[in-house]
């Protein structure tokens, strides 16, 4: 099978590479085309895959490096993408505009999470269209973000074919797991919302709800990344547990501040980061494995420090780092499941549905699903309650106008984005995040 990675020259892709290399089965993965708009940047990241590939070159996968689009996407199965529109750099541009108004300017949430789906939907409405063109029965797997608000707006040209993923549900139901003492192979998640906006309700081990037992101890909600993030008496005012991204709701002041205080912001954090590390692996003599894994260290450390100073959390220890995130083995499973109709149950970004009261069909949910050679399909969910609804609701309207922003290149849509979020408190400042973000963002003067 051949998989194409859109963004191949982005960090985390070795961490996908090294996901097949454990796949032994029949019907695998035996060719990864990278293709990115910086063509440095993939030869860059295919040093490291051939590092990782040199342990059993024979079993590994060969690496091509593509420069045309179209040719990448030829006789593709199946299509990774986890581009970033405006790299690393945008990123910290979204936040200093975002920052300099007294709002959030994370990548995905709040007023960064806007700017970047206006830059990023001309660009991912081009790419369905190629893919539909070129590659029609390949299933494409979106790790891009903003996750559902891309996912969804692909799904026009995609349908189902379509799946975003991400790693936040799956760090966060092995963590709540582990603590409670439970295999989280073991363990069926309830879990439901959108991308980045969504609550672990459930945790059942051979048919019981284990998630009361966490509730009933205050050292267990305090043994675990979130449990420390939240604090013990919200998640028991919850009865459930968020998702960690939810902090930018629940704490947000606080996090505001701790973000304009701190000496850098994450976006510049890894912008810094990453260019010393493309810098480094374009010299042959460096060891790129070596490299990249130490540099990934530091980023996994450095992860959401904001939020954890702002509710003094601490460092991440080890078993946090350990149980975190996992969504190059989420894209493995999901691969399996299609190619060798390996049934199986994941969180996944998928339209709703009926699955999920109070969302229309074509809504993109995040929840499980279950797998198998004909996609994935989402369970059936109970209701989410009134204060979760209401934010879901509201959030799934402003994904709604940044696509209608993007599709009508309307300045007016993206301020009305902008102004409807809960965490931007004023029109008037919406309208001073959109010429801000006009102004340092070239690729934002489609907006009239």
């Given at each position: 099978m051949r998989l194409v990675v859109l963004g191949g020259g982005g960090f985390r892709v070795p961490l996908v590479y090294g996901a097949l290399l454990t796949d032994r089965g029949e019907g695998r993965v035996d060719e990864v085309v990278l293709y990115d708009t910086d063509p440095a940047r993939s030869v860059a990241i295919a040093r490291v895959l051939a590092d990782q590939a040199a342990a059993d070159p024979a079993a590994a996968p060969r690496v091509r490096v593509a420069t045309d689009l179209d040719a990448a996407l030829h006789g593709a199965d199946f299509v990774f993408s986890a581009i970033r529109v405006g790299g690393l750099a945008g990123r910290a541009a979204d936040e200093r505009v975002a920052l300099a108004e007294g709002v959030l300017g994370q990548e995905t949430v709040g007023a960064g999470g806007i700017a970047y789906g206006l830059r990023t939907l001309p660009v991912v409405d081009r790419i369905a269209r190629r893919v539909a063109a070129v590659a029609p029965d390949a299933w494409f797997i979106n790790f891009t973000n903003p996750a559902g608000l891309v996912t969804e707006a692909m799904s026009r040209h995609l349908g189902d074919r379509v799946i975003g993923i991400c790693d936040s549900p799956v760090g966060l139901g092995r963590r709540v797991a582990r603590v409670l003492g439970v295999d989280p192979g073991s363990a069926e998640v309830d879990y439901v919302g959108l991308n980045h906006l969504g609550w672990l309700r459930g945790l059942r081990v051979d048919g019981r709800d284990v998630l009361p037992d966490l509730f009933a101890s205050t050292a267990l909600l305090e043994g675990f990344e979130e449990g420390r993030l939240f604090g013990a008496d919200w998640l028991r005012s919850l009865d459930c547990v968020p998702n960690e991204y939810l902090h930018y709701y629940y704490f947000n002041r606080e996090t505001v501040r701790a973000y304009r205080e701190a000496a850098?912001?994450?976006?510049?954090?890894?912008h810094r980061q990453q260019d010393r590390f493309y810098a480094r692996v374009g010299d042959p003599a460096v060891p790129a494995l070596t490299t990249w894994n130490a540099v990934r260290a530091e980023r996994e450390a450095t992860y959401m420090a904001e939020n954890r100073e702002a509710a003094g959390a601490g460092e991440r220890d080890e078993?946090?780092?350990?149980?975190?995130?996992?969504?190059?083995?989420?894209?493995?499973?999901?691969?399996?499941?299609?190619?060798?109709?390996?049934?199986?149950?994941?969180?996944?970004?998928v339209r709703n549905r009926a699955a999920l009261p109070g969302l229309d069909a074509d809504a993109v949910i995040e929840t499980p699903c279950r797998v198998d050679a004909a996609g994935a399909h989402p369970i059936p969910a109970d209701p989410l309650p009134g204060h979760a609804l209401g934010l879901v609701t509201t959030v799934k309207a402003v994904e709604r106008e940044v696509i209608a922003a993007a599709d009508g290149a309307s300045r007016a849509r993206a301020v009305k984005a902008f102004a409807l979020h809960p965490l931007v408190d004023s029109v008037s400042v919406a309208r001073r995040l959109v010429a801000g973000y006009t102004e340092v963002h070239p690729g934002l003067g489609y907006l009239r």
């Open positions: 850098l912001t994450r976006g510049a954090f890894l078993a946090s780092l350990t149980a975190s995130g996992g969504y190059e083995e989420v894209a493995l499973a999901l691969m399996r499941a299609i190619a060798r109709d390996e049934r199986t149950t994941l969180v996944l970004n």
